[in-house]
T-cell receptor
């Protein structure tokens, strides 16, 4: 699985968009990008995943660059409840059960 | 509420005790997982079950013994643990094991004295 690099922490004002970057420069053609988040003392929560095209669901949008070497998770209107550790994971779809979680990005949403 | 329930939420045990962690999923999924999250460390995959068959054992010491009696229930039997085994133990499930969309429980916080 490709290694991913994320900033250790970010701050965001409540109500503003939170843009969380992830670098995966060694990603191969059939590796997916998954995003999870973990709110303090809870289990991780799946957010979104994608391969090539941008994806959107009720929680977030995922923007993947054309060369697929990086991606950005966008929370359009961050709230205090979005404060969490966000994990970006690159993995082969058929090995999705072997998700490797890194250190992630601590997102602090401030009022 | 993720549809994955773990009990107990907190457990304190001595090194000579035997205890079990329980996980139950109400999602009709076919795969279940145990992960370990130690303080200041990333999540580590321990075991994967698919259709009640163990398909992954990530070099976990034998003092951790998983059991999957049916596709809805998963246990982690603990015996002769060490203080360094203190961690948050997370159970997850997924539709099948060839997907990265996992549903996690809230975890069982284990302290070994």
């Amino acid at each position: 699985d490709a290694k991913t690099t994320q900033p250790p922490s970010m701050d965001c004002a409540e109500g503003r968009a939170a843009n969380l970057p992830c670098n995966h420069s060694t990603i191969s053609g059939n590796e997916y990008v998954y995003w999870y988040r973990q709110i303090h003392s809870q289990g991780p929560q799946y957010i979104i995943h994608g391969l090539k095209n941008n994806e959107t669901n009720e929680m977030a949008s995922l923007i993947i660059t054309e060369d697929r070497k990086s991606s950005t998770l966008i929370l359009p209107h961050a709230t205090l409840r979005d404060t969490a550790v966000y994990y970006c994971i690159a993995t082969f779809y058929e090995e999705g059960n072997k998700l490797v979680f890194g250190a992630g990005t601590i997102l602090r949403v401030k009022s | 509420e993720t549809g994955v329930t773990q009990t107990p939420r907190h457990l304190v045990m001595g090194m000579t005790n035997k205890k079990s962690l329980k996980c139950e999923q109400h999602l009709g999924h076919n795969a279940m997982y145990w992960y370990k999250q130690s303080a200041k460390k990333p999540l580590e995959l321990m075991f994967v079950y698919s259709l009640e068959e163990r398909v992954e054992n990530n070099s976990v010491p034998s003092r951790f013994s998983p059991e999957c009696p049916n596709s809805s229930h998963l246990f982690l039997h603990l015996h002769t643990l060490q203080p360094e085994d203190s961690a948050l133990y997370l159970c997850a499930s997924s539709q099948t094991r060839v997907t990265g969309e996992l549903f996690f429980g809230e975890g069982s916080r284990l302290t070994v004295l």
